[in-house]
């Protein structure tokens, strides 16, 4: 048993549609939750620079004594992994458990991804689909624009601003034939319906956040890391920019309010003789 909360974060909103998820499936346990919107985006950062983030990050979420750190954020998943292994916690992303998912629920063996741009060049999940089944074929495409739409609020189904850019990006996949696609940015789930007016309702949608999620619950619960049952559930949310608009924003992630603090995410910072 586990009493210390869960650590979650990402660049920004996107990964609160992990902690979601973690809400339904472990409704008692404690979460603290970072997001980075003061830098948001990092999917158009170069590698170094979402590196030396992540290690803020994490940094953030250690002082918070966390049981196991989540990254929520496929740019983070797919360009820092080997840091979070290096963590004193567990370290869950959302690469592996979403491959797993993908390649589970394809027929035809053609997947594809979309994420931002940093997650797609990364060829961090083309490796992980590959190393799953070399016969998968898999399609990745960077769809960097559907961030700012998210975070706009361009999120209705049918929007006729996020449908076009949704048909650019989305219609060559769809004429490779794919019966599967990967959602490998964490802000993607909230424009699934205008996705699928596009694919179709055939092709099958994976949710990267909460694949992750149901990843980490597993986990906790079969190492015994779960928290005491009946305990009072505490959940807080950090941001590194103004707390003006989060709430509303968080609302349309998570389906209820929540509040934030601000914090200087600047100030964490990772020596060079940490092992992470
Ligand atoms: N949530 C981030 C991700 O999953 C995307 C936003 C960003 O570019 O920072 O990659």
New binding site residues.
């Given amino acids: 048993m586990d009493n210390r909360p869960i650590g979650v974060f ?3 909103l ?2 609160l549609t992990a902690v979601k998820e973690l809400e339904a499936a472990l409704p008692e346990e404690s979460i603290v939750y970072f997001g980075d919107t003061g830098r ?5 950062r170069s590698r170094e620079t979402v590196r030396r983030y992540a290690r803020q990050d994490m940094a953030f979420l250690l002082e918070h004594h966390v049981k196991a750190v989540l990254a929520a ?3 983070v998943s797919a360009n820092a992994g080997d840091v979070g292994a290096r963590l004193p916690v567990p370290y869950f992303d959302v690469v592996a458990p979403t491959a797993a998912a993908a390649a589970k629920a394809t027929g035809n063996g053609k997947i594809g991804v979309i ?2 741009t940093a ?1 797609i060049n990364s060829g961090a999940y083309v490796q992980a689909l590959e190393a799953i089944d070399a016969r998968l074929k898999v399609f990745a495409s960077p769809c960097p624009l559907f ?1 700012p739409l998210v975070e706009n609020g361009f999120v209705q189904t049918g929007d006729q601003v996020a449908r076009l850019v949704a048909e650019r990006y989305l219609e060559p996949l769809g004429q490779a034939g794919i019966d599967t696609l990967i959602l490998g ?3 993607f789930p909230i424009i699934a319906g205008t996705i699928r007016l596009v694919l179709g309702e055939k092709v099958r949608l994976i949710d990267s956040g909460k694949e992750a999620a149901l990843a980490l619950a597993n986990f906790l619960g079969e190492h015994e890391m779960l928290c005491q049952p009946g305990r009072p559930r505490r959940a807080e949310y950090y941001v590194s920019d103004s707390l003006e608009n989060f709430g509303g924003a968080a609302a349309q992630f998570l389906g209820h309010e929540v509040e934030a603090a601000r914090i200087d995410i600047e100030s964490y910072v990772v020596s060079h003789n940490s092992d992470f």
């Fill in positions: 990402d660049s920004g996107g990964g948001v985006p990092y999917g158009t954020c496929g740019t994420g931002t997650s961030v940015c964490t802000h």
